[in-house]
């Protein structure tokens, strides 16, 4: 890979990891409802994105169900955990939709898997369970059950990607926040409130928060990560791509403050390892499933 690209791919996990530690801000700290700020998000990738919509992709149906996966009820739980968790044990538990991925690949796609990915999944589970459980109080991170369940609920969509033509990163993108911000706003007025007058107070920083989030990670992060799909082979993408955990726990860290415990440097580097050995062992029924969550989104 050039330099030049290796520092696109370098600024592209910046901003990825960047983003969680945004997002937990806005959710925890400004107070902003996470699923009201979820549905806004994907109202403005939907409006910005407007010109990519057209021509309408084929199999709407099933693109409405890839739109659910990974777009609002993906991101409802994963914002969901972020409010509840640190930024810094999201960003690595969000890993596992690798394994999920490759786990789902298995059932659903017929990709065997040897005893080299079965140890990366096993490592890449027992990092998290060490990251989420705290053996002092014998209590489970209720935020990261979120995460868990959304990292699941974001490779299923990857599945259902296999019954669809080829889409390009933007064409996806607008199409999720089309089908996504509705459901997320409607699920929002019904089980939240204070919305509004939480995301107008929160003032500019609220503002840019959500403009970063659609300009910042949807357009730019997706639009140069799937041009750099098309340049190079997923194989060597998907390790570089474990550069987003990593920046999403020293930003969140630096930026706000969390504490960097001896449980999350050790589940991290056991979690990440997994993730390194899957992402390195080509799944060929389902190459995305090496991809991140994030990543995978860019497709």
Request: glycine letters at 10%.
């Amino acid at each position: 890979m050039g330099f030049r690209d290796f520092m696109l791919l370098f600024a592209v996990c910046f901003v990825w990891g960047l983003n969680l530690v945004v997002t937990r801000w806005v959710v925890a700290d400004a107070g902003v409802p996470p699923i009201f700020f979820a549905g806004v998000r994907f109202a403005g990738i939907a409006l910005v994105l407007i010109p990519f919509l057209l021509p309408a992709p084929r199999h709407m149906g099933i693109l409405f169900a890839i739109a659910m996966c990974m777009g609002a009820v993906h991101f409802a739980l994963l914002f969901m955990g972020l409010a509840n968790a640190e930024a810094s044990a999201v960003s690595v538990t969000g890993q596992l939709g690798v394994p999920f991925a490759t786990l789902m690949s298995m059932a659903f796609l017929g990709e065997t898997v040897g005893w080299r990915r079965g140890l990366g999944i096993m490592l890449a589970f027992a990092g998290v369970t060490l990251i989420a459980f705290d053996p002092g109080s014998f209590s489970v991170s209720f935020g990261l059950i979120y995460v868990i369940v959304s990292a699941f609920v974001g490779a299923s969509g990857g599945i259902l990607m296999k019954k669809m033509a080829p889409i390009s990163a933007l064409q996806l993108q607008a199409w999720l926040g089309l089908f996504s911000f509705a459901p997320l706003l409607a699920f929002s007025a019904l089980t939240e409130s204070g919305q509004v007058s939480a995301f107008m107070e929160g003032g500019w920083l609220v503002w840019v928060a959500t403009a970063f989030a659609v300009l910042g990670v949807s357009v730019f992060g997706h639009g140069a990560y799937y041009s750099l799909i098309k340049k190079y082979d997923i194989s060597l993408l998907s390790p570089l791509t474990l550069m987003t955990p990593i920046w999403g726990v020293v930003l969140a860290v630096s930026l706000l403050g969390e504490p960097l415990t001896l449980r999350l440097v050790v589940g991290a580097a056991i979690s990440l390892s997994g993730v390194f050995v899957i992402a390195i062992r080509r799944n060929r029924a389902l190459p995305e499933a090496a991809l991140p969550e994030k990543a995978r989104i860019a497709r």
